[in-house]
């Protein structure tokens, strides 16, 4: 990426979003003690809203303030997990009233615990309406499958790209879009799991279609602009460190198969299979509740033609990898395309703790 490409032909002198210098420390910080959360058997995701002894932030930016007004030395809720590098020349705001930037979609979705966002002087005379990054606790999220899996507000059937290792998880949802009343947004979703509390990260650009404007009275925000000023809202979220200033990694990967959780042996990426189908593999623990899961085989046109379990074959009540089996009984009349669902079991009904492997399948007679 060339000099601050995806700022070129917003007002030539401004230089936002740069971090070679002049950073700031924003400190997400764990609340005090969250409930137990997941037990073993999956029957725990709870919500513990205990309440934050947070410090009071630094003063805000003032609306329509230089960016440098948006600077602070640290934000600090109780007890000191994860740090993120800020670059000074961002604006802060830790409640909606605090965004200076209005949009029909705005920089920052509700609820946020601090939105970091382009100032609107910024953006003036283009079509980029507005651009923020979100960070948010969310204490719902009480076991790692949740965190990680958990769908963004709106998707679903979303396999996140995963990376699990001892010192942090972490999940990333890619090119996430919305619109509304002639504007769209672009942007992902990330995930950390710290083995006890779960942060979100939501990077997001807001355009207003260049066709709408009369002809000469906006420049286009290009698409290689969108593409280098995502980068520089990635780019706070991959400077995260953990306590002891070790640096959080992030899958590469905006897409998976979730092999991170669930690993399927039968049926065979190459096999076609006809009825009764074998289902075998090993799965987390927290995958399954009372020694189970729930699996579907479905059409690609929607319609349920199978719905079982598959039965753990060892102890379930574990975080490891635990080896399942079952059967689905099935009848099409020629070779049918259709999905095999397994399903996290979820005995809260609460769609947040949702979560499922799909495989596509060609069925045989």
């Known amino acids: 990426?060339?000099?601050?490409?995806?700022?070129?032909?917003?007002?030539?002198?401004?230089?936002?979003?740069?971090?070679?210098?002049?950073?700031?420390?924003?400190?997400?910080l764990a609340p005090p003690a969250l409930g137990a959360g997941d037990s073993a058997s999956g029957a725990g995701d709870g919500t513990n809203r205990g309440g934050e002894s947070a410090q009071p932030p630094a003063t805000p930016a003032t609306p329509g303030a230089p960016a440098a007004a948006a600077s602070v030395d640290s934000l600090t809720l109780a007890g000191g997990e994860v740090t993120l590098e800020l670059p000074a020349d961002l604006a802060l705001a830790a409640t909606p009233e605090q965004l200076t930037t209005i949009s029909t979609i705005p920089a920052c979705s509700q609820p946020f615990d601090y939105c970091l966002y382009l100032p609107e002087d910024a953006s003036a005379g283009t079509n980029l309406s507005a651009a923020g990054l979100r960070v948010s606790h969310r204490p719902e999220l009480t076991a790692e499958v949740s965190c990680l899996l958990a769908q963004p507000g709106g998707w679903q059937d979303m396999q996140p790209g995963v990376l699990r290792?001892?010192?942090?998880?972490?999940?990333?949802?890619?090119?996430?879009?919305?619109?509304?009343?002639?504007?769209?947004?672009?942007?992902e979703v990330r995930r950390l799991w710290t083995g006890?509390?779960?942060?979100?990260?939501?990077?997001?650009?807001?355009?207003?279609?260049?066709?709408?404007?009369?002809?000469?009275?906006?420049?286009e925000f290009t698409s290689q602009q969108q593409t280098a000023l995502h980068q520089e809202l990635l780019a706070l979220v991959e400077s995260a460190t953990l306590v002891g200033e070790h640096l959080v990694e992030w899958p590469l990967a905006k897409r998976s198969s979730l092999r991170a959780f669930v690993r399927v042996s039968r049926p065979a990426l190459d096999e076609s299979p006809n009825s009764p189908m074998t289902i075998s593999g090993t799965a987390v623990g927290p995958w399954f509740f009372e020694g189970s899961f729930p699996v579907q085989l479905v059409t690609t046109d929607g319609r349920v033609l199978a719905s079982h379990f598959v039965m753990a074959q060892g102890e379930w009540m574990t975080t490891g990898f635990v080896p399942f089996e079952g059967q689905l009984e099935f009848e099409v009349t020629e070779p049918t395309e259709a999905v095999l669902v397994l399903m996290r079991d979820n005995p809260s009904d609460l769609p947040e703790h949702d979560a499922s492997v799909r495989i596509p399948l060609l069925l045989m007679p």
């Not at 997001?204 to 260049?210: A, D, K, M, S, Y």
């Open 1 to 28: 990426m060339g000099m601050r490409p995806s700022l070129a032909g917003i007002r030539g002198t401004v230089k936002h979003l740069a971090l070679a210098a002049g950073m700031a420390t924003l400190l997400l």
């Open 165 to 187: 290792l001892p010192a942090a998880s972490t999940s990333r949802f890619g090119d996430l879009s919305e619109g509304a009343a002639g504007s769209y947004s672009l942007g």
């Open 196 to 219: 006890t509390n779960c942060y979100e990260f939501e990077s997001r650009l807001v355009l207003t279609r260049f066709e709408n404007y009369e002809q000469g009275t906006v420049t």
